[in-house]
């Protein structure tokens, strides 16, 4: 999870707390007007902090009264002082103290409104102090999302001021709204409730879809849980690495490759590609939360990119770094153009499972197949195929052309041996390199090689280019005597 992401996006103080100031001043009124619980020295001392402008002479003046009058019935107004001082002075720590002084008060002075107030003041302080290292992190989160969901309570059940439309109501509410939803969702992502957490980060991206900060964490909490169902699903045989597929014939005899028709050379439909792999929707939703993320430019936009584009390395293992590139460019376009909270219709990504998958259950021969039909099937299996290396590949040389160290050759892989013998035309081309023996090959020549496939050149011209080839030395013509290796 990235550090150093804060709540900036979301500048609530105490003032948007809209008629709760009122509200509670309007209780204070009415208590005053009826007989005072307090003596004058109580009111007047309280009256001093309260009017005092100095900062730090007011904390001094309220904790005077504390000392003075620890059971004044006037406590709950001076925890409120106390609070929005420590909001000036921001020292946060501070604001938390006193305002769950007030909240938990069980003084007849304190209104919901004024509890309310206390929340929201103790929920901002919460978000900007937080720090995931802290020794009472979990407990602090604990009380954070308790306070959330009391505060989304209290406002729920406020009563609307005199005067005031159902839309005014409603709009004024919003931000009040919108910070707590918040709250408690990153509480439940502290404390690893991701579903939780998912479900108050879209509450609140629907009172507020410009939050990069909001899509931010709504991203890491999908992926956080996509990566516990990963692990938690059951290990499958073909999960063990990324091994390249088999190859498809060998120079003794021919083997079938997959979706094929065997020695007859008919093409039966191409197999189903892997079906979605555990927590592949969580992930989906994951990119595309941090997608938006970075395209509302949020102040960490640069941090949040390298996020993502490492959690797509992590999600996907392609061996071609310019794929998953390519891959994430085009979501951060799509995201750029489509404001929504989840994933366009349609949008998938690739996993590594399935990936590894496709690889462990199909040979060569079939993936060659697969590349020529085009299309969805074949941006997969290259996603797939990129990069990997192949052992011990049968092919046919049709050319050689020597290099400084090697040569490229013109080769022909089918599907059987006899495939083999009658190839006229290539359909890879292989660069051999640091193997000057490799010079003595021929055309004709039916050869091994191992390779990395780097690159393929689509119908009608299909061609599957392999680097840093090496031919088994076994299958190379011995040097003739007497006869120098060619310059």
Known sequence: MLKGITRSGLAVTLALAFSLAGLATAARAQAQQEKPAYTYAEYNAYQAAAKET??????????DFVTKFPKSTLLPYVYQAFYQTYDNLKQYDKVIEYADKLINSTSS??????KLQAILAREVAFNYSFSPSASDATTQAQEARKDAALGLQLLDGLPKPKGMSDAQFAAEKKSPSTLLHYTEGYSALILK???????????????????????????VAYLEQAAQEAAAAPASSSSGGTSAATTSATSGAGTSGTGTGGATGTTAAPAPLPGPSAGQAEYIKGFWALARSIALNGPSKQQVQSYLQNQMLVYQKTACQNLLTDE?????????????????????????VQLNNYLQNTNLFTIMQDLQVGGDRAKFVWLAVCGNEFPEVPVKVISVTPTTTGVDMQVYSGQSAKDLQAAKTANMDVKVSNQPAAQRLKKGDIVRFTGTVVSYDPPPTFLLHWNNAQVNPADIPGAKPGLRRPR
């Open 54 to 63: 100095n900062p730090e002479q007011r904390v001094k003046l309220l904790e």
């Open 109 to 114: 002075e304190v209104t919901n409104g004024m």
């Open 193 to 219: 409730d991701y579903p939780a957490a998912e479900k108050s980060f879209i509450a609140a991206l629907h009172n507020d879809p410009k939050d990069s900060v909001t899509y931010f964490r709504l991203g």
């Open 328 to 352: 994430m460019n085009k979501l951060l376009q799509m995201a750029q153009t489509t404001d929504t909270v989840n994933p366009p219709a349609g949008y998938t990504l690739p996993s590594g």
